[in-house]
């Protein structure tokens, strides 16, 4: 269901981006990176927030015209960045129910978010990657790609 | 309204909009310098006791459309015109003026006054002076500008003034006037204007108009009121688009009450230029502004109040930072219910937008901003949408979303250039994009990128270079086009599929063909500047060296008293820290020399990352400190290579220390100069070097021809040439070396010294000799002369074939070792030529024989000349001597035969000829013998005995420190050489033409030297006063009693004796039989013993006796020692007498 899934670094830089329809990479690029906007400003917004109470999740960054961007970041401040098509409702749907409701934990987005950081700490926990390196790991691809196909 | 002036704020809502024109033809320049002096009175002070501040909009241009909507927001109405004409002449001023009419009527109805400014007449029209024009002679002398405008503003207000307490003063019975917008219109044809719901709109439209003028009369709490008053009434008739209006107004107002500095942020010091108020507080909150809600009782349903004195009092109807925005909201919410107030909406927006960034609330800015983006104006020009984007771009800024900002910023740069425009804007397009790199973190200075791997939007940022690169070129630019290409290629090479890099390349090629890419700072218009891009990636350099010269011509220092290299800063000779010290040096400074006008060499590993064949050109090092001719190289280096060697070549003019900082190259038209310093990874030994002054080179060519084979390289010099000779053992040849003098200064000084490489073979005599002083004498040797230099190589190595072959030979029972010093064989022995044919085991043993044997040695030539000889350097050059040796002659065996002197013996020498030639071999050259080839034969020289003790002795000193054996060693080869000499073996190879002495020195044994040494205790026998020693026989005659005396000469260094003698006499019957029973034919008179006392050194002692022989014939008498008398400890030769003959004759009558 997601579109575009990418991991940014502390310094606002790539480790890892892939989108499926793979003919316009770049427009995912552009909205990544401005999203990236909104992540930083959400950041300082709760910079104030203890860090283990911290949620991690930032919800919707913001709407365009076909695709919703979701954010989420690690208490080491790495970003990861998902792309869903606007006409995929059941994320939002359920995602506005449960923010209203104060629990994370029970949106569709809590929860991909959740197995891509899991994914994400098992390459880190990987002694021949080097943090700030390209993510190449192929166990981190393949989850990644489920997560895009992934129908709902 | 369409045309949506996104520059708006909200504190735009308190000023009056002045429109300036200019009429007929002005010039830009004139027209913006008076327009500009107009502007400056925005805030005039109104000549008022109420202080009430105005503010002005000047405009030079406003679409009428947009006028009118002047009802809805007044500060849409242009209220005033100042018209700007210029006239040469009085026939002029007529077409000037119907202009002006024209203007006027344009705007006229909302136009509250309006004035014309005419420049160029002095007034000398005729037509009786009017209030609302003024005459300028010129433009420059129009001191009055600013105080006309300021009455003219005065005038506005007094208008305004009146406007505002007109409509104030409405009765609430008098029908009050529905103000609608243009599109309005004609929904409200046929509608009850009796209703009480109408009659609502009406009031609540007129208050909020009532608002707004007040805001602009500057009085802001009345105005509040008003809003609020009229937000009630709207509200309750559903008039949304007016409702929206009444909102907004409030909010404006309520944010110039908060933030006086004003919203649009770059202005906030022109609005308020007179008042104190510092430019930080601008911003900040104004305390004290209480959010109390008007109290509803004040505001009458039926009709507005006249008098809001009392409402002023009451409260201070402001609006919270948070209502603000809430009521921004919800006034956007309401524009957008309408399609043809999208401009209004979106004005709105932008006015929020600005808001929110001052109170720094970017999440919530950028929610509208958002909202803004989906706003649908009508078809936007394409000029329009740049404004649009360029806008957003600059709002998003505004509020630190600098990436978005980027984004849209570069949506209006390609907006400039979109294909539906006749003429694209390139300039303009380059200009956006250039701004948009900090968005994209991307800064044009390669040098951000040294640091490691780039990390960054890569995808994001290799689009917004190659946009750079088509927009410079499409500008025309081509310099600049070159530039983006190249740090595009630099920077993002780890980025670039195979293909983009072929594309890239070959654009960048197309386009330096036209304009080659250099290391100059280009300079944009606007300031910016564009560091070059050398290209260090192309190819890249892992690894810089500089090289010494080779050591042919490597300067070396001589040596001074002190030593070189001892530190005469410290007294210690090691110390760590100095060694630390030097180790810090050494990173900078090399520890060798280059030399001024020789070729010097740095060597570069290099490879290319391309796909394809890289072609470098003008590949050169870039240095300092020393002049250098740089001798620039191309090279051409395959796809992806590996490290590939480069090695760069220049020469230095001038002398001192020389410093490599880089190299520059031009790849693809491009001209880079890499600094060292500036290349990540990479390895360098120091790139220091001294350069000393000039030195000659020299040449050398021999007689011999050049060889192959090179010396071991453990000899440690290299050698520049190698020559090599085949000799015979025992040859003697000469070398002859031709020093040529190829470099440009004088070669001044020659100095030549030798080193024959350790070999196992043992080596006699000078393997080397030369004589320098006639090379010398052709010195100082000018650049292109040449010298000759003759050297003798004399090959002696031992002739012996082999130790263990010589031991077999002495045990051998054919080798006479002379022994028996009394030895049987006292007859005449001559010396005799035995021929021998070779036995079939020593001809298998002749292949060992023939095995070659090798000499190298080093000739070393140490030269210096010109300035660097001033300065104390000298070159070395190195010519290898390789020398084959091949066997000539062998001595398969020595011994000795006594002679029948004693002070000879005869030397026997078994000769065997290893050479493949016929060879004829002589000693002392009196005689010459034939030897085929592997022919073995005997020869035997007759040689004087030798009295070894006179030798010279080594000096004292030396003895001291050299061993015993070594002292015996040396002894054993100075008697050699003696032997030798006295010898003179020559051998010669009549085919060949070549001769050579052979050396017995080799192989002379202790047993053989023993046997040639002269005895230190000489014997004398005389037999009747004649000293007999020789073959010949004393005679005698029989009867007469022969004296008979026995002399003993002491030479050796101590005291011998005493020793006891018996003289036995016998006869030799010639056929071995020796008849020693001779008592009756001999007698002694006296004793047949002697006894000699001890002798002492350099002593002699003698005794005497006589024979009295009884008959003729011949007789031998044998001296014998006494057994015991003999003293045991010296060597038997010692002892060794001459045997007497002596002939007995009959006594003649």
Not at chain 2, 149 to 161: N, R, Y
Not at chain 2, 269 to 285: C, K, T, V
Not at chain 2, 377 to 395: D, G, H, T, V
């Amino acid at each position: 269901m997601a579109v575009c899934i990418a991991v940014i670094a502390k310094e606002n830089y790539p480790l890892y981006i892939r989108s499926t329809p793979t003919e316009n990479e770049l427009k995912f690029h552009y909205m990544v990176h401005t999203s990236l906007d909104v992540v930083d400003e959400k950041i300082s917004a709760m910079g104030k927030a203890l860090v283990d109470q911290r949620e991690l999740y930032l919800g919707l960054l913001y709407p365009t015209e076909d695709y919703k961007v979701y954010g989420y970041v690690t208490n080491s401040k790495v970003k990861f960045v998902m792309v869903v098509d606007s006409s995929n409702t059941a994320l939002r749907d359920n995602e506005i129910r449960s923010v209203s409701a104060g629990d994370w934990r029970t949106t569709p987005g809590w929860w991909m978010f959740r197995k891509l950081h899991n994914s994400y700490t098992d390459v880190m926990c990987n002694p021949f990657y080097n943090p700030g390196d390209r993510i190449q790991s192929r166990a981190f691809d393949n989850m990644v790609m489920s997560m895009m196909i992934q129908v709902c | 309204m369409s045309v949506p002036d996104y520059m708006q704020c909200a504190e735009d809502h308190q000023t009056l909009l002045v429109l300036v024109r200019p009429v007929g033809a002005v010039s830009e320049e004139n027209f913006f310098r008076i327009y500009r002096r107009i502007c400056t009175v925005s805030h005039p002070g109104v000549r008022d006791s109420q202080r009430r501040a105005l503010c002005i909009r000047y405009r030079h241009h406003y679409p009428p459309e947009n006028n009118e909507w002047g009802d809805f927001q007044t500060h849409r109405k242009v209220v005033g015109l100042i018209a700007v004409a210029d006239c040469c002449s009085a026939k002029d001023w007529p077409q000037a003026l119907e202009k002006f009419h024209v203007q006027k009527e344009a705007y006229g109805a909302t136009l509250y006054d309006s004035r014309l400014l005419v420049f160029g007449l002095r007034g000398e029209l005729a037509e009786p002076p009017r209030p609302d024009v003024a005459f300028y002679p010129s433009y420059d002398d129009c001191a009055t500008v600013e105080k006309r405008v300021e009455d003219f503003i005065e005038s506005l207000f007094i208008v305004l003034e009146s406007k505002r307490l007109d409509r104030a003063t409405d009765k609430s019975g008098d029908k009050i006037p529905l103000l609608c917008v243009p599109f309005e219109k004609k929904d409200f044809v046929g509608l009850d204007t009796d209703s009480r719901h109408y009659k609502k709109r009406c009031q609540g439209r007129m208050r909020k108009h009532v608002g707004d003028l007040c805001l602009q009369a500057g009085m802001l709490q009345d105005s509040l009121v008003h809003y609020h008053m009229s937000v009630e009434l709207l509200r309750s008739v559903n008039d949304f688009l007016w409702l929206g209006a009444a909102l907004e107004g409030l909010c404006s107002a309520s944010v110039i009450y908060h933030y006086p500095g004003g919203t649009s942020g770059k202005t906030g010091a022109r609005r308020f230029q007179g008042s104190s108020l510092p430019a930080e507080a601008a911003n900040r909150h104004r305390p004290g502004a209480q959010e109390v809600l008007i109290d509803p009782g004040a505001l009458t349903t039926n009709g507005i109040n006249p008098d809001t004195s009392a409402e002023i009092g009451r409260a201070k109807n402001c609006l919270s930072p948070e209502d603000i925005i809430d009521k921004y909201k919800e006034a956007i919410s309401y524009y957008s219910k309408y399609k043809n107030a999208g401009v209004i909406e979106l004005e709105a927006c932008v006015k929020a937008v600005r808001v929110l960034a001052i109170q720094k609330r970017s999440m919530e800015a950028s929610e509208f901003l958002q909202n803004a983006v989906y706003i649908n104006l009508r078809q936007l020009s394409e000029e329009e949408k740049i404004q649009r984007y360029s806008i957003l771009s600059e709002l998003y800024e505004l509020i630190g979303f600098h990436r978005k900002s980027a984004f849209f910023k570069r949506v209006a740069a390609m907006q400039c250039v979109a294909p539906s425009i006749a003429e694209p804007g390139w300039r303009a397009c380059y200009k956006l994009l250039l701004e948009t790199l900090p968005g994209y973190s991307l800064s044009l200075d390669p040098k951000d990128f040294n640091k490691g791997t780039h990390r960054g939007w890569a995808a994001v940022q290799m689009r917004l270079l190659h946009e750079l690169v088509y927009a410079s070129r499409r500008m025309g630019n081509p310099a600049l086009s070159v530039r983006h290409l190249s740090f595009l290629l630099q920077t993002m090479l780890d980025f670039l599929s195979d293909q983009e890099k072929k594309d890239i390349t070959q654009s960048l090629e197309t386009y330096t063909s036209k304009c080659p890419g250099t290391m100059e700072l280009i300079t944009l218009p606007d300031g910016l500047t564009l560091p070059p891009v050398p290209f260090t990636k192309l190819p890249i350099v892992r690894h810089v060296e500089l090289l010494g010269l080779p050591a042919s011509l490597r300067p070396q220092k001589m040596k001074s008293l002190l030593g070189q290299s001892m530190s005469t800063k410290s007294p210690f000779i090691y110390s760590p820290i100095i060694a630390h010290n030097r180790g810090e040096e050494r990173n900078k400074k090399i520890d060798f020399q280059w030399v001024q006008g020789d070729v010097c060499e740095v060597q570069l590993m290099v490879y290319n990352p391309m796909p394809f064949e890289l072609r470098v050109e003008n590949m050169g090092l870039l240095t300092s400190g020393v002049e250098f001719e740089s001798l620039p190289a191309a090279l051409s280096l395959p796809a992806e290579s590996g490290l590939y060697p480069v090695t760069l070549v220049g020469v230095p003019q001038t002398t001192g220390m020389i410093t490599v900082h880089g190299y520059h190259t031009t790849v693809f038209g491009v001209f880079s100069d890499c600094l060292l310093d500036h290349l990540p990874g990479i390895k360098t030994s120091g790139s220091t070097v001294e350069v000393i002054p000039a030195l000659p080179r020299l040449q050398i060519s021999t007689s011999l021809p050049r060889s192959a084979h090179s010396l071991q390289p453990s000899s440690g010099d290299e050698i520049s040439t190698n020559v090599s000779v085949q000799l015979y053992n025992g040859e003697t040849q000469q070398l002859i070396v031709k020093l040529e003098n190829i470099g440009m200064e004088p070669l001044e000084k020659l100095e030549i010294t030798s080193k024959i490489l350790t070999t196992k073979e043992k080596l006699y005599g000078d393997f080397l000799s030369w004589n320098l002083e006639e090379t010398l004498a052709q010195f100082p040797l000018q650049p292109g002369k040449v010298a000759t230099f003759t050297i003798n190589i004399k090959v002696k190595l031992d002739f012996s074939c082999q130790e263990n072959l010589l031991q077999d030979l002495s045990d051998d029972g054919i080798s006479v070792s002379g022994f028996p010093l009394s030895s049987p064989f006292r007859q005449v022995i001559r010396p005799r030529v035995e021929s021998k044919p070779v036995n079939p085991p020593e001809s298998s043993r002749a292949g060992d024989f023939s095995h070659v044997k090798t000499l190298e040695a080093i000739l070393n030539f140490k030269y210096s000349g010109g300035p660097g000889h001033v300065e104390g350097y000298y070159r070395s050059l190195s010519l290898g001597l390789h020398v084959e040796v091949e066997p000539s002659v062998f001595f398969t065996r020595v011994s000795t035969l006594p002679a029948t002197s004693t002070r000879q013996c005869h030397l026997l020498l078994d000769v065997f000829n290893s050479t493949e030639h016929e060879l004829t071999i002589s000693a002392r050259s009196n005689e010459e013998l034939i030897l085929h080839a592997g022919e073995c034969q005997r020869m035997a020289i007759q040689v004087d005995k030798f009295n070894f003790e006179s030798f010279p002795v080594p000096p004292g000193e030396k003895r001291q420190f050299a061993n015993a054996e070594q002292l015996e060693e040396e002894r054993r080869e100075a008697r050699g050489l003696e032997i030798n000499s006295k010898l003179g073996i020559r051998w010669r190879v009549p085919s060949l033409q070549r001769s050579g002495e052979a050396s017995v020195e080799g192989l002379l044994n202790q047993l053989v030297l023993e046997h040639l040494q002269l005895a230190p205790l000489q014997w004398d026998v005389l037999v009747d006063g004649q000293l007999c020693d020789c073959e010949a026989a004393a005679a005698c005659q029989v009867g007469d009693p022969v004296r008979l005396e026995v002399r003993l000469t002491n030479r050796s260094p101590r005291s011998v004796g005493p020793f006891a003698l018996t003289v036995v006499p016998f006869q030799d019957h010639q056929n071995g039989v020796h008849n020693y029973d001779l008592h009756d034919t001999i007698s002694f008179v006296g004793s047949s013993t002697f006894y000699l006392d001890a002798v002492k050194p350099l002593g002699q002692s003698a005794c005497l006796g006589a024979l009295l022989f009884l008959y003729a014939g011949d007789f031998f008498l044998h001296i014998r020692f006494h057994e015991d008398s003999r003293s045991k400890e010296l060597p038997p030769s010692w002892f060794c007498l001459p045997s007497v003959h002596v002939r007995a004759l009959e006594a003649q009558a």
